[in-house]
């Protein structure tokens, strides 16, 4: 069975950080690019960031830019979103997801297997 399992959500003031965490369970995510995308009430959801399989190159969405980053340790078959001076609109749950085509976007429809997500919530 294939298997993402988010962890490190929690509530947090404006500014503060967050590290999040996305482990593989059945097969290993070498392979595979991995996205961040985020889910707030009311709302689609939306690409957050994006990392190839090895690590080399990394996408962000607009609105996380120089705040966010991701990064990855194929040994330990985790990816990782640390997630610095964060602001309200930021509240969501974020999901990790594995595109085994690495597309390099942030477009839900890429992305084969996904994770049950963990809540932020930055409050006001």
């Known amino acids: 069975q294939l298997q993402l399992v988010e962890s490190g959500g929690g509530l947090v003031q404006p500014g503060g950080s967050l590290r999040l965490s996305c482990a593989a369970s059945?097969?290993?995510?070498?392979?595979?690019?991995i996205g961040w995308f985020r889910q707030a009430p009311g709302k689609e959801r939306e690409g957050v960031s994006c990392?190839?399989?090895?690590?080399?190159?990394?996408v962000y969405a607009d609105s996380v830019r120089g705040r966010f980053t991701i990064s990855r340790d194929n040994a330990k078959n985790t990816v990782y979103l640390q997630m610095n001076s964060l602001k309200p609109e930021d509240t969501a749950v974020y999901y990790c997801?594995?595109?085994?085509?690495?597309?390099?976007?942030?477009?839900?429809?890429?992305?084969?297997?996904w994770g049950q997500g963990t809540q932020v919530t930055v409050s006001s």
């Open positions: 997801a594995a595109d085994p085509r690495q597309t390099g976007l942030l477009a839900a429809r890429f992305y084969d297997y």
């Open positions: 059945g097969f290993t995510l070498d392979s595979y690019a």
């Open positions: 990392i190839s399989s090895s690590g080399g190159s990394t």
